[in-house]
């Protein structure tokens, strides 16, 4: 686990329109309907890398369950919601097709190594620093725009702690 | 999460016939004579240095071989970043270890793409060549690749994600697990290059 620190650090602000005056407003968090999307982000790409993945922490605070069902983004011709595991040395992933449920009073976490995003066919690359937009659909409570910072990996070098550990 | 737990679990079912075959061919490692053969096999193909790469290529210097697709979204830019760390970790000791970044995914990967893909990494050299020139190097490294279908016409690999170790004299040394811890990492290297 991080530190409260960097925890915070990494927090970001998903797209708040009324706290545009405060550049630091890190911890605004987005909400649709009883939903509340935090801690979202996007791995920059290689060179040549047409695919990446997007991640966030969904929290239902209502009392039915709800599914993230579809993502889409300017930036991708295609976005699919995928799992990925590692078996016994071998990477694999899935689509989920039936989605992400977020259970009543529970959260969903799509993080690095699980659950993401996949942005596919992007049309240009994701950089370190800049930002991205991505619209999540979810089947009660319809559809938000998020706007992701895209983070170049974090590597275990010396001194280092690796993001997707959170 | 239930309903991903079933798709996870579903896909271990699905690869699990798979990884059998696959861990048939690991088996052969307990013996030394067939450790000292992997990576040897009647493979031919090109790296974006425009040399050829066949079993050959792992005589002369050191190498790093890891098998991969650019439209990877994690754990090969993962591994590739892991691998510029030991780079920077090792200095001059990793001077002459090269890079054998190679597909399993030929269809895509031409050897253009694959040159940018790798490029920014010292000493990395991508690998493609024919489909079925790509598989018996996967035969010969022992390498799991499958190709899974997507909607909207789209296709993942599944694939080992192993790094493979070869001395300078081609034979091989010992592999690297995926995000394996970094000084364990860079021992394995320092033995290797030492
Ligand atoms: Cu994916």
Redesign the interface.
């Known amino acids: 686990m991080k530190s409260l620190m960097k925890s915070a650090a990494l927090l970001l602000c998903l797209g708040a329109p009324a706290m545009a005056d405060d550049m630091m407003a890190m911890m605004q968090n987005t909400t649709v309907g009883p939903l509340t999307l935090s801690d979202g982000f996007a791995?920059a790409?290689?060179?040549?890398?047409?695919?990446?993945?997007g991640f966030l922490t969904i929290t239902n605070a209502g009392e039915a369950a709800d599914t993230l069902i579809a993502a889409q983004s300017d930036i991708a011709g295609?976005m699919?919601i995928?799992?990925?595991?590692?078996?016994?040395?071998?990477?694999?992933?899935?689509?989920?097709?039936?989605?992400?449920?977020i259970p009543a009073g529970g959260a969903?976490i799509l993080k690095?190594?699980s659950?993401?995003l996949?942005f596919?066919?992007l049309k240009e690359p994701l950089v370190d620093g800049e930002n991205v937009t991505v619209t999540v659909t979810f089947e009660q409570a319809g559809e938000v725009a998020l706007t992701l910072p895209v983070r170049k990996?974090m590597?275990?070098?010396?001194g280092m702690s690796?993001d997707g550990d959170s | 999460m239930p309903r991903s737990l079933r798709i996870i679990i579903a896909a271990g079912a699905l690869v699990a016939s798979a990884v059998l075959v696959w861990l048939a061919w690991l088996q052969p490692y307990l013996a030394e004579e067939d450790v000292l053969k992997l990576g040897q096999g009647e493979y031919s193909l090109m790296g974006t240095d425009g040399q050829p790469f066949t079993q050959a290529s792992l005589q002369g210097a050191p190498s790093v071989v890891f098998f991969g697709f650019t439209h990877c979204p994690e754990v090969c830019p993962t591994t590739l970043g892991d691998i510029a760390v030991w780079q920077e970790e090792l200095g001059d000791v990793a001077r002459d270890l090269r890079i054998f970044f190679v597909t399993v995914d030929p269809a895509r990967d031409t050897a253009e793409l694959l040159g940018d893909y790798v490029g920014w990494l010292p000493g990395a050299i991508g690998v493609t060549g024919d489909e079925a020139e790509i598989r018996a190097a996967e035969k010969a490294f022992r390498i799991y690749s499958r190709k899974i279908p997507l909607s909207d016409g789209e296709y993942t690999m599944d694939h080992s994600a192993l790094v493979l170790l070869f001395d300078e004299n081609g034979h091989f040394f010992e592999p690297i697990g995926y995000q394996e811890d970094l000084d364990r990492a860079l021992s394995k290297l320092r033995r290797l290059l030492g």
């Open positions: 791995h790409t290689l060179p040549n890398q047409p695919v990446a993945g295609v699919q995928h799992e990925m595991a590692m078996l016994d040395d071998t990477m694999v992933m899935r689509e989920l097709e039936g989605g992400v449920v969903a690095p190594g659950i993401h996949m596919m066919q990996k590597h275990d070098g010396h690796h």
